[in-house]
């Protein structure tokens, strides 16, 4: 069984920074189809940023595009999020998601098989 846990998240200030790792054991898994989530309070989950192929390409949702940025790690059992100029709107609880069951655009997190348990993102204005 796969199971996939996520780290960086944090308290930060408007215009700042973090980075969101997902780590997948076993390490001999690789993430292919991939994606981040996030759920603020009172909101439904939400896809803001996918890629179907390791981080060759990915997609991003209007909120979020131009500041964030999926990629795969040098460990291949590893993608991150990289955020920058967060907002306090980013405040959220973080998800990281792989190996597609379905491939949709925008994808839904009931797509994927291995879903972490998150990482609290908070921005303070």
């Known amino acids: 069984q796969v199971q996939l846990v996520e780290s960086g998240g944090g308290s930060v200030q408007a215009g700042g920074s973090l980075r969101l790792s997902c780590e997948a054991s076993?390490?001999?898994?690789?993430?292919?189809?991939m994606a981040w989530f996030r759920q603020a309070p009172g909101k439904e989950r939400e896809g803001i940023a996918f890629?179907?192929?390791?981080?060759?390409?990915?997609q991003y949702v209007d909120s979020v595009k131009g500041r964030f940025t999926i990629s795969l790690g040098r460990a291949k059992n590893m993608m991150n999020l990289q955020m920058n100029g967060l907002k306090s709107e980013d405040t959220a609880v973080y998800y990281c998601?792989?190996?597609?069951?379905?491939?949709?655009?925008?994808?839904?997190?009931?797509?994927?098989?291995?879903r972490g348990q998150g990482t609290q993102v908070t921005v303070s204005s």
């Open positions: 076993p390490d001999t898994y690789r993430h292919y189809c």
């Open positions: 890629s179907f192929n390791g981080g060759l390409t990915a």
């Open positions: 998601a792989s190996f597609c069951d379905r491939i949709q655009s925008p994808p839904r997190i009931a797509d994927f098989r291995y």
